[in-house]
């Protein structure tokens, strides 16, 4: 079975600090991609980045990064120097090939950022 | 680029009456899918279509809810006998040929069943 978990609900951070939303997915396929969207208050759902299983390697942009660890089924997210226009709710998806690109998505994690 | 657009942004209705949700993918994206936002149940896939077909129906909770994709673009969600539980925000994505498995979303349709 496929399956997104994030475990952090909600996080609330005061601007300028760094924040890590984890996800953490389960898959028997050996090809997936997995994804990270932004939903803020206004509700669309905003696409961040998307990464195949075969691209371990990490990646920047800007104040955001993400780490991708197959070992541990973990794709993290870090915002860096975080600002106010961060707030959002944040959701991981896996999509397996075999799935006609049905996107799973965890439960989301609510950030708050402080000013 | 104009992005997926999607109407009505809101919408109440009564329970029992039916209800069509319009969306429109972005120009060229060939893949089109729905999903639903619920409260209680988070976001989930409810029906994928790749030009005129749907392959996956999977995610269509009851024989109430259909959909059908014309022209391979617009896509119409009917939902028929609505039910409390059908109040949710409804979300349309499309997809280039090229790279399917990257979902644009639009705004979403806020439908609200009394």
């Known amino acids: 079975a496929q399956k997104v978990t994030q475990a952090q609900t909600e996080i609330s951070v005061v601007e300028k600090e760094d924040v890590t939303l984890d996800c953490v997915y389960e898959t028997r396929d050996t090809t997936y991609y997995l994804f990270w969207y932004k939903q803020p208050p206004s509700g669309e759902l905003v696409f961040l980045i998307r990464r195949n299983s075969f691209d371990e390697q990490n990646e920047i942009s800007g104040r955001y990064s993400w780490n991708f660890q197959k070992s541990t089924s973990s794709f993290n997210f870090t915002i860096t120097a975080s600002q106010v226009v961060d707030s959002a709710v944040y959701f991981c998806a896996l999509i397996t090939t075999g799935g006609y690109n049905k996107l799973i998505f965890g439960a989301g994690t609510r950030l708050a950022v402080h000013p | 680029g104009a992005g997926v657009s999607q109407s009505p942004s809101n919408k109440v209705t009564e329970k029992g009456k039916d209800v069509e949700l319009r969306c429109d993918p972005i120009?060229?994206?060939?893949?089109l899918y729905w999903y639903r936002q619920s409260l209680g149940q988070g976001l989930e896939f409810l029906i994928y279509f790749q030009g005129n077909s749907a392959p996956d129906k999977s995610g269509l909770p009851s024989d109430r809810f259909s959909a059908e994709r014309t022209g391979g673009s617009v896509s119409t969600l009917t939902i028929q006998r609505t039910q409390q539980e059908d109040s949710a925000v409804y979300l349309c994505?499309?997809?280039?040929?090229?790279?399917?498995?990257?979902?644009?979303f639009g705004p979403g349709t806020r439908l609200l069943v009394l």
């Open positions: 994505a499309s997809s280039p040929r090229d790279r399917q498995e990257t979902q644009y």
């Open positions: 120009s060229g994206h060939t893949a």
